[in-house]
């Protein structure tokens, strides 16, 4: 079975740290681009970042940038998001994706407030 499990969301105060993490199961991860998207509420689904298959280039939002770094370990098919000096506007779930194939988690929810 294909799949992708975010984990690592919870409530934390700006400024602060968290880690989110996706495992993937039922496809060969370490051919696949990974992503991470985040959806705010009552807002569109967005972007947060790109990482290549064997984790060498990475692209991020403008938003994030500098402040998220994306990682991959595909010895243990997971990919993470550590995302420091957090702001309230980061307050979304943030889904990971698989581009090949395409397929999404279910969402880990990130709430930034004090």
């Known amino acids: 079975q294909v799949q992708l499990v975010e984990s690592g969301g919870e409530l934390v105060q700006p400024g602060g740290s968290l880690r989110l993490s996706c495992v993937a199961s039922?496809?060969?991860?370490?051919?696949?681009?990974m992503l991470w998207y985040r959806q705010a509420p009552g807002k569109e689904r967005e972007w947060v970042g790109t990482?290549?298959?064997?984790?060498?280039?990475?692209n991020y939002a403008d938003s994030v940038k500098g402040r998220f770094t994306m990682s991959r370990d595909n010895g243990k098919n997971s990919f993470d998001l550590q995302m420091n000096n957090l702001k309230p506007e980061d307050t979304a779930v943030y889904f990971c994706?698989?581009?090949?194939?395409?397929?999404w988690g279910q969402g880990t929810l990130v709430t930034v407030s004090s």
């Open positions: 990482i290549g298959a064997d984790g060498d280039l990475a």
């Open positions: 039922g496809f060969t991860f370490s051919n696949s681009v």
């Open positions: 994706r698989a581009l090949s194939p395409d397929v």
